[in-house]
Every structure is written in C-alpha cells, then in structure tokens.
C-alpha cells in the first residue's frame, strides 16, 4: 500500500499531513506513506513518519498538466492520495470532475455544495450561517453592514484567512492585502458571532459516511487554531443527517465543519473544508481513527485497531532532526516593514489560487447564497451605491462653470427636508406626557443655513460652547431654546447668557458644583439642570462615570445640592455610528436601568431625558422612524416620570447635506486596469475619508449628467503633496472622464465640513 499525503506545514496554522501520517502508521504499519509537498520551507517534510518525500517545484511553476498526468498514473497504478490542502482539492477535483477510486478527496460536485459563504450544503443540519455580505456590493452599504454589527465583523477569501475589521480604514487595507494575496475582489464580510468554537470531523467515501467525531477546542494559538481540544461523539440526530448529506453531495475523503457554539446554544456554521484538520491525530489518539476509516474503505484492506486514551488531546512542540538532503533554507530578506509576512504562505497557496483563478474561475467564486445579508438598500451589486435622488436634484441645479474648485456645495431641498421629516416624526411620537423634539448639535456644522432650518423647524440649539450659544442667538434662536453640554461650556469667559437657558448638562462632579455656584449666585438661569453619566463598559472620557459604589454615591450627593426649583435631567452620548448599532441599544437599555436606580437613591425625578445624537444619517432617517419609536416606548415604560425626550441628531442631519465638488487635474494609466488621478480636492477638505465612504459622482462636462462611480481600480489622489492624500482607492471613472471634469463627494456636510482645514493654499 502506498499512500500521498499532502499539507505537511507544521508551523502555528498547520496543515494536517503530519497527523495524517500518524493516524495511517497505527492502521496500516506497513504501508509506505509520501509526503507531498510544494515548498522546502515547509517543516512537515522533515518528519520521519514519512517513508518517502515528494517535492514539487512551487505552484507558481509547475506544470499542471504534466502534474495531473503524473498523478493519474500513480492512482491507476493503486496508490492513494489524501490531499492536506483546499486548493489542492480543488485543482485535483478538476483533473478529476467525476473522482477517482484511488484519490481520496471530494468531486468537483461536492466541492461546488460547500463554497463559502453560504455552504449550501449544510441544509438539513441544526445550524445556522452567520450573515455575510459579498464586497461586491458598494462601499456604502458595506459600511452599513459593519454599523449593523457593531464592527464585530471578518473580511474572508474564499479559501484562506479571516482577519477582523474594527474600523473602516482597517477594513479597506486588509481588502487590498486579501484581494492581492488571493487574486480575487470577491471577498466576503461576515459578522463574528462569540462564542465556544467546536467542529465536526468526518470521513466518506463514494457518498458513505464512514464516521465523524465531534471536537471542541480547549486551547487555542493566538490566531484562534486548535492546541487543545475533547473529543466526543457525535449526536446520532446531526450525524444522521450528515449522512443524507453526504449521500447527496457524493462526499470522499475527510472533512471538517468548523462551527462557533453562542450562548443560548445555537450553532454558526462558519466553513467546511473539504480536508482532514490538523487535529485529525487528537481524534485518532482517543480511539477515532477516521484516515483509517477512509483507506479500508477505498481498499479493502483491513485496518489495524486502533486504540485509544482518554477523551482529551492537547499539543506539543517537537524538535525533529532536518533531513541532510534538504538542508534549511536560508532565511528570506527582511524588507521594510514585512516582518515574516513571505513565511506566511509557506506552501504557496496564494500562487495555486492565482493559477485557479485564471484556469477555472468558475470554481473560485464565493457562493453568496440565497439567504445573504444585504441591507435591502437597493444597492447594486457591481459595486455603486444608490444616490438619493434629492441628491441628483440638488446638484442639478449648481452653476458648474464658474465654480471654483474645492467647494462644498449645500443642498437645500434635501436639507430641508431632513430637518422637516425629524421634526415630524418628532411631533408624531409626542404625547400629552412626553413631549419628544430635537436638539440640532452645532458643532457638526454651524453652517448658518443649517442652524436656521433647526430654529424652524422646533429644534433647540445644542451648543458646547458659549460662542455657539452665541450664534445660535445672533441666528434667531432664544435662550429658552438653548441646551448647554460638554466639558468646556464656560469658554470663552463672559459670554454666558443672562437670560434663562432650556437645559445645562453637567459634564462632572466638579463641572455641577461650578454650576451650582453659578445658579446660587444668580448668574447662569436654566430651566433644566442635569448630568451626563459617562457610558458603564463603553469607554468614553465624557460624562459622571456611575460603574463603581463610590462613584455612583459621589454622584447621588452632588445631585443633592441642584437647585429644586428647576427639572431634572439625564444626558448620555455614544455615537453609535461608531459602537454600532446594536451595541447602541444595549447600551441604551443599560442607561435607562441606571437612571430609574438614579432617580430611586437621588429622591430627585427624572423629568428630561437626553439621548445625544452620534447616528449614521442611514441609521435614523428613512425606514428607521420604528427604532426612534421603540427607544421612545422603552424610555417612557422604564422612567415613567419623563416628560420630554430630547435627541440630538448633528450628523444625522449635516452630513446629507452637503457636498464637496472637486475637479479632476490629471489622469494617467499605470497599467492595463489601473489608473492614477489626481483631483484639486483633498483630505483637507474630506478629513473624514478614513471613517466612512463617500458617495461619488462624476459630472459629465457636455450633458451635465451626474454619474455614480463604481467600484474599480481607480486612485483618485488630492491635490496635496502627502503621501496619505488619497480621496477614493477603488474607484471608475465613467468612460471619457477627462481633466477639468467635476467629481462630487456627497456625504461631506458633517465634519468633513466642520473640519476640514486651510492647507496648501499658499
Ligand atoms: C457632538 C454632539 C452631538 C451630535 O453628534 P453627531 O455625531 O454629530 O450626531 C450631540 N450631542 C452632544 C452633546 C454632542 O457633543
């Protein structure tokens, strides 16, 4: 008997050849076993478990076809091939589409049920896919699928490597690096679920499920790989209907359904990959010997027992000696910056997938699956984002020729019309009891324009500084109608009204006492007096904190000596634009708990409440008037005593409401697909580039059309003398963009607008 064995890497994410070798040695002690391998950096082919070895030339050089042959006639001559790595699975599936009875891994069929990441196959079973959403889909509604899930998400390939994305700028430079190392755009974001990771091993040949075992991780390397784990068996019900399965999708060879196990029980499918894992030994050792299983099964040849100890396999590291005819390779150059990345890949997987990809591309696409998770955005799927058509007509109506270029443009309808849907909802939601309205927060951008459509549309002014408070009263606004907030409300020093303000929220104990003084003395008159509690497990540097005893007691004393004539509030903030928006309402359900235990220990009521602003405009104008609704309810039915409910919407109502008009100055190709262009725009003027994306559009100088630019490969670089000065990465210029054409950034009236900066203008 002789069989190859391939996957031999050993390093911190190993492949399973070794464990492979060692689970066939106990069942068949004489067999010769080769190992296959691609690279000479790969430690496993070192390993003396191995008879023989059978170094390849690298991916990137073999000849396939040749390859293929060679590898038909050792299967036709009886030799068994156990493959240790996906792609190679999936190369060997398509020199084989309908399988060979001497090649132990799955048929193109079969491989085509489990493609990430929808896994098809796993219909049937008690497990659920986390939701994903292909990067195909634009920037923007990629944006709102991390907001959804509170930036707890994986960018994936299709084959190899998860890396998490906590932020946007972090988001888009693992997509470059995945796109380069994996030749594919077509990556996946899919939300992380928390949880116990286990997985299921399994072993079939020709559709039969020969056994499968069932494994959780006890210990785990840094990048999550098993070092420790418990084997158990699987429940009959799961294995039952894996056997369906693998009748369906005619299944040979080893697999592994790697699965998180969340609280409430539930199990997330996160991949099956069709290979043994490189536990397959932890299992074998407690008495499962599944590569046995498989080699009887194809061969007749009855295995030796397999006997096992215990329930529980842990790792170890093993020195082995270096076998004399290939002797180390010297260590790669260091480069700049690269620390180990070229060992990363040891066995040349990003050069087969690049090879796959151009040979069966049907193949390499991602299965986005029926159930995928788009936001129903009516995005399009070829990568640009939906344009509000209140947009289009705004932009439409902007005198372009004698435009001087950076300028923020404002639109007006739909300015208007944000502040008027907000204030609607507003009254809507108001009862006899509780009144709700907005507060418009200046400093998102104190646009006059802006500041006077909150006036007329009934929202207070939000002001964190006295000179704020001052503009809003030069623009109409009375000091009735004024809410003070923030650490620095006494800045600058002599401007503090005379007249009585709406509300004065307390930043700090020491901040309230100041205020305290002021009111004693007569000279700061507010109608509400309250604190800002500083959000529990959500750092912030705002706000009273409450976490500890000590804390929570300081704060029910100083709320003791706030004037009694006056009401009493509570004000928060979080953005959830940057939590997300389901941590948001955790939090929120957290505040509302705090405050009724405020209002039962400080003997004070809580009258106004204040729940900030902080909200991705996507996330609180249309279709979101629900979630407003409920976090009204819930305010009313947890703080019964609440008669006004204030939000404090800034970006919310800015951002949509201008945007920023550039020109393009220069195009030049780099190569057959990319191309640079340099505009007269710049992060100056877009500080907020690396928070969020952008909607673009591309004016046509000759028809005035106004274009969305989709995903491409397209850099479009300000105008500034940076090296960070990069204002979109992955776009396309409509066909014929030429220099002197304008390029809109919608989305720029928040603090693109507020921030943006002098810089480079002489
Ligand atoms: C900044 C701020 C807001 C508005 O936040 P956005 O993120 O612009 O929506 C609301 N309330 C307070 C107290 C603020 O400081």
Redesign the pocket.
Known sequence: MKVYISGLYSGTSPQPGIGLSRSLRIAYPDATLVGVEYSNRSSGIHWQGFDDLWLQRPWEELDLAAYGELITELLDGGALWISGTDLEALWLASVFPDGHANLLSPPAVGLSRITKPGVEAHKGLPLQIPPFVSTDESDWDLHAFCRKHDWRVWLKGPYYEAVRTKSWEQFEAVRTALSKVWSTQRLFLQAHVSGYEESVMLAAYKGELLGCVSMRKRDLTEEGKTWAGDVQEVPEEFATKLREIIRDVNWTGGAELEMVRAPDGQRWLLEWNPRFPAWVHGATITGCNLPAMLVEAATGIPAEKTTGSGEEFTRVVLEVPVRSRYPLAPLPEPYGGGIGHSMKHPSGMPALAERLHKLHPHLMTANAGAENGTNGNGSHANGYAKVPDSFVHDLKQQDYAKMETPSFLFLDTTAADLFERASTLARNLSTPETQIVN?Y?I??NPDERLIKLALDSGFYA?A?SLLEVQKALQIGFKPEQVIL??PGKWWPEGLMPKERMHAV?CDSIADLKRVIAAADRGELKSKVFGV?LRTPSIKSRFGIPVETPDDFAALIDAIALLPRDSSFGV?F?M?S?HIGVGQWWHLYGAMLRWCRSLEKLAGRQIEVLDI????FPDDWHEGREDDFTKAVQQARATLPNVRQIIS???????QPSMALAMRVLEIQDISDDTTEAVVDGSIAELPQYFFYPHRILRRNGETGELEPLRRGKTRLMGRLCMEHDEVAANVELPEGTQPGDVLIFCDAG??DRSMSYVFGRG
Do not use: D, L, Q, V
């Open positions: 507060g927060s400093k998102t939000e964190i907030n923030g929220f800002r004000h903030h953005a634009s900030g602003g902080g909200w404090e919407p800034g970006k919310a109502m800015a928040g603090y």
